[in-house]
């Protein structure tokens, strides 16, 4: 059984303020990470892909990785009330992806 | 350039009725996959097809079937459909098997 985990939350921040999201998985096989993000009632839009240990940079967006401590999360700095929404933790697993419960975020103007 | 296109958008079936879910997709992606979203949770993989002919089972493939005779088309059977099957199902592809996923819109499905 592949599992990837999500602290649910719900998390809130103040409009300005650095997000944080995190997941765990098990199979340390795992190959490639990515989060989406999923605003109510719309199909998830991927924000972010990593591949290998550290971090990556795309604007307000910063995933990292340890692939030892099989552990990704996802900074997103100066929180705008536009990210408030479900963030989806996926993992790549051979020709499989598996994804988290998810972690809602709402950003308080 | 539609994407991955999914049919219906709603439907709400009798306990027991049987029904296709369509996915199309025009992007000649080799990877596709079927997921159902229950209120509050991630995603859960029912099956998943590397190429045309092939397809596998999923994390929760009980009660669906699918055939994949096409690139472009990886549909969805549900036979006799019961309460538990009622969800929010997408398709989803990709060219890569590390690749970004492409969702469709979602089909909402109520079994009453």
């Known amino acids: 059984q592949k599992e990837v985990e999500q602290n649910s939350g719900p998390l809130s921040v103040p409009e300005g303020a650095i997000a944080s999201l995190n997941c765990t998985y098990s199979?340390?096989?795992?190959?490639?990470f990515f989060w989406y993000r999923q605003y109510s009632g719309k199909s998830p839009e991927l924000i972010m892909s990593?591949?290998?240990?550290g971090d990556k940079e795309d604007g307000r967006f910063t995933a990292q990785l340890n692939k030892a401590s099989q552990y990704v999360s996802l900074l997103i700095r100066d929180s705008q009330p536009s990210d408030s929404a479900t963030y989806l933790c996926?993992?790549?697993?051979?020709?499989?992806?598996?994804f988290g419960t998810g972690t809602s975020l709402t950003v308080i103007p | 350039n539609a994407g991955v296109t999914q049919t219906p958008k709603f439907r709400i079936l009798k306990i027991g009725q049987s029904m296709t879910l369509q996915c199309a997709q025009d992007?000649?992606?080799?990877?596709m996959y079927w997921y159902r979203q229950d209120p509050g949770m991630g995603l859960k993989l029912i099956y998943y097809?590397?190429?045309?002919?092939?397809?596998d089972k999923g994390e929760v493939p009980n009660g669906y079937n699918v055939s994949r005779s096409t690139t472009e088309d990886f549909p969805l059977r549900l036979e006799l459909a019961a309460p538990s099957q009622t969800s929010v199902y997408f398709c989803?592809?990709?060219?890569?098997?590390?690749?970004?996923?492409?969702f469709g819109e979602g089909s909402r499905l109520t079994v009453l």
């Open positions: 199979d340390r096989g795992s190959q490639s």
């Open positions: 992007m000649n992606h080799n990877y």
């Open positions: 996926a993992v790549n697993t051979g020709n499989q992806f598996y």
């Open positions: 990593i591949y290998s240990n």
């Open positions: 989803a592809s990709t060219t890569l098997n590390t690749g970004e996923l492409f």
């Open positions: 097809s590397v190429g045309a002919g092939i397809t």
